[in-house]
């Protein structure tokens, strides 16, 4: 099962709220337009998981609305239209169709290479964007991240990995991820992530395969994994 991460709204407390005639967490998505039904169901109907995944929308969407805002300025529209693509299919999938479906237009918008189109309309995705971070921060009671300073990576390695042990807990991650089990991929990354290999932190090494679990990327993360088993069995990590 997930662990709740910091600042998560916990199940209890949902159920505290029901019991006391209150609106819930997923009365008051729904207020705000989200289509809690579409993400439940992506989630398999796991309500701790699905607030579990909002509450990382919500903490992270300051930070990837400024990466898709300096993009926008490097005038860079191939990396725009994957930022935005991960946009659209997080959205979908936590059920914010709405924002999905701006993202949907200015990621095709961005692949053609329509300047025009992308600089009138991209204050606009990311108000949507910061916008309904703000909205199902409010429903579920969880405040958006500051920016960081790169703490994450920095952080002391935690305990030696034998090679064979990183190697089959990627193995798991990958069927994790094969079998569309974010959750599970979540743990391990987590449980990879704390320790170190030839010195350096884990989770320097999964950084992108954990961004790509994050936007529900799972085929993507999937082919980061092989690559890095590969690169693993033939010593060039």
């Known amino acids: 099962e997930p662990t709740q991460a910091s600042g998560e709204p916990s199940q209890e407390a949902g159920e505290s709220a029901r019991e006391a005639g209150e609106p819930d967490e997923m009365e008051r998505l729904a207020?705000?337009?989200?289509?809690?039904?579409s993400g439940?169901?992506?989630c398999r109907g796991d309500r701790?998981?699905?607030?579990?995944m909002l509450t990382m929308f919500v903490q992270e969407a300051e930070r990837r609305s400024g990466e898709i805002d300096q993009l926008f300025a490097q005038e860079n529209y191939t990396d725009y239209a994957t930022q935005v693509h991960a946009l659209k299919s997080t959205?979908?999938?936590?059920?914010a169709d709405g924002l999905s479906e701006e993202a949907r237009?200015?990621?095709?918008?961005?692949?053609?290479?329509?300047?025009?189109?992308?600089?009138?309309?991209?204050?606009a995705?990311?108000?949507?964007?910061r916008d309904t971070g703000r909205m199902i921060g409010e429903a579920i009671?969880?405040?958006?991240?500051?920016?960081g300073d790169g703490a994450e990576e920095e952080a002391a390695p935690g305990e030696e990995i034998a090679k064979e042990e990183l190697l089959e807990g990627l193995a798991r991650l990958r069927e994790s991820l094969d079998t569309f089990e974010a959750d599970k991929a979540q743990e391990l990354l987590e449980e990879l992530g704390g320790r170190s290999w030839q010195g350096r932190p884990v989770r320097a090494l999964l950084k992108?395969?954990?961004?790509?679990?994050?936007?529900?990327?799972?085929?993507?993360?999937s082919e980061k994994a092989a690559s890095l088993i590969e690169g693993l069995e033939g010593g060039e990590v």
Do not use: C, P, W
């Open 31 to 37: 207020e705000a337009g989200i289509h809690t039904d």
């Open 40 to 42: 439940l169901s992506y």
């Open 48 to 52: 701790a998981f699905y607030l579990q």
């Open 91 to 95: 959205a979908k999938l936590l059920g």
């Open 105 to 123: 237009v200015m990621e095709a918008a961005a692949k053609e290479k329509n300047e025009s189109y992308v600089k009138e309309h991209h204050e």
């Open 125 to 129: 995705l990311l108000s949507s964007y």
């Open 141 to 147: 009671g969880v405040q958006a991240e500051e920016t």
């Open 208 to 221: 992108e395969i954990g961004r790509d679990v994050e936007d529900f990327e799972l085929e993507a993360a």
